[in-house]
């Protein structure tokens, strides 16, 4: 590993675009932030930027490390694609091969768990264009639309 560092370590590609983009990804709770301050019980915006910013240097250091290490173990020859998928899951040993099984399903639940802030971010927006405000959906007898237009769009 540390061969690959010392001899790659200033190698720049024109991939270096799709690794910002990715890692940029890892924020896509922005549309949300003024819902979760306003959900914050406390309204302190000094706290709010705190937790803004931790969670957000958790997630770019989290997507950095992720790639640094598939970088130091496959160098800087890695073919395109999942760094998860290069890996041969019949010369793994047991531990190794749960571990990346593992980090699968945490990808998967990532993804699950994104789906929600954007979709909840782009219907609220689109309401909006269409001149209509989440308190119209307040009374009981407007349910059933809210969750007709949910439907309509998943």
């Known amino acids: 590993a540390w061969e690959v560092l010392v001899s790659s370590f200033w190698y720049l590609s024109g991939g ?15 549309y949300n932030i003024p819902k979760f301050f306003a959900e914050l019980k406390s309204q302190d915006t000094e706290e709010f930027s705190t937790i803004i910013f931790t969670s957000g240097a958790f997630g770019i250091f989290t997507y950095c490390g992720f790639g640094f290490a598939g970088f130091l ?14 890996y041969d899951l019949n010369s793994m040993g047991q531990v190794e091969t749960a571990s990346l099984l593992l980090t699968y399903f945490a990808m998967s639940i990532s993804l699950m768990m994104t789906m929600p802030l954007l979709f909840s971010a782009f219907r609220v927006s689109l309401l909006q264009i269409l001149g209509l405000d989440m308190s119209y959906f307040a009374s009981e007898d407007k349910h059933a639309i809210y969750i007709g237009f949910t439907s309509a769009l998943l």
């Open 16 to 30: 270096i675009v799709q690794t910002v983009a990715v890692t940029v990804s890892s924020l896509m709770c922005h």
């Open 73 to 86: 173990r496959f160098g800087k020859d890695m073919p395109a694609g999942n760094v998860l998928g290069h």
